[in-house]
């Protein structure tokens, strides 16, 4: 199981934002990504194997953690990455989603 | 570039069978997994399962099996996936997802299909 915190997170354009999420047991960093999914559209791979960015990713977006603790990191929050974000791990054999952090305009 | 192309929304009665439709292109089909996950309405994101698309072996989440079926044809570099006996709580919006083997993440999306299951 993975728990993401805060449910709703609201900040204002330029202010830096932490979302994190916590897994059930240890899990590979390897095998965990971050997406960001805005309304209306799919996800959006955003990061994986815990810390690498995705093509096209902006610098701003960043990922750490082992265990069980994973964080996702941006910089200076722009108006375009207001959306809600999810955490995914692989293992033991399937796949599963964090419930999502909102991201939302303060 | 890489695109998922999936069919279009489908209104279902209850207990009837919906088979939704992601179309490859812009890579080798056979060269990556496709996976399934939905998504309720203001909800979160639910994983269904896997298939790989060289020998189309097949694994389900444990929710939805018995349930699901999912196939592919590598022809038309196709994937398909098919569930049975809806119900109103399978009103969802449905993704195709690539993986590159192995990663265990996903790296491109369709752009989603929405099934509603009403009487």
């Known amino acids: 199981v993975l728990t993401q915190s805060p449910g709703t997170l609201s900040l204002s354009p330029g202010e830096r934002a932490t979302l994190s999420c916590r897994a059930s047991q240890t899990v590979s960093a390897s095998y965990f990504a971050w997406y960001q999914q805005k309304p209306g559209q799919a996800p959006r791979l955003l990061i994986y194997t815990a810390s690498s960015r995705a093509a096209g990713i902006p610098d701003r977006f960043s990922g750490s953690g082992s265990g069980t603790d994973f964080t996702l990191t941006i910089g200076r929050l722009e108006p375009e990455d207001f959306a809600v974000y999810y955490c995914?791990?692989?293992?033991?054999?399937?796949?599963?989603f964090g419930q999502g952090t909102k991201l939302e305009i303060k | 570039q890489v695109q998922l192309e999936q069919s279009g929304a489908e209104v279902m009665k209850p207990g009837a069978s919906v088979k939704v439709t992601c179309r490859a292109s812009g890579y080798t089909f056979t060269n990556y997994y496709i996976h399934w996950v939905r998504q309720a309405p203001g909800q979160g994101l639910e994983y269904m399962g896997i298939i790989y698309p060289r020998d189309g072996h097949v694994s389900y989440a444990r929710k939805f099996q018995g349930r699901v079926t999912m196939t592919r044809d590598t022809t038309t570099s196709t994937a398909y996936m098919q569930l049975s006996s809806l119900g109103s709580d399978d009103t969802a919006v449905y993704y195709c997802?690539?993986?590159?083997?192995?990663?265990?993440?996903?790296?491109?999306w369709g752009q989603g299909t929405l099934v509603t299951v009403s009487s």
């Open positions: 997802a690539r993986e590159i083997p192995n990663h265990c993440y996903f790296d491109n």
């Open positions: 995914q791990v692989y293992g033991p054999s399937s796949y599963t």
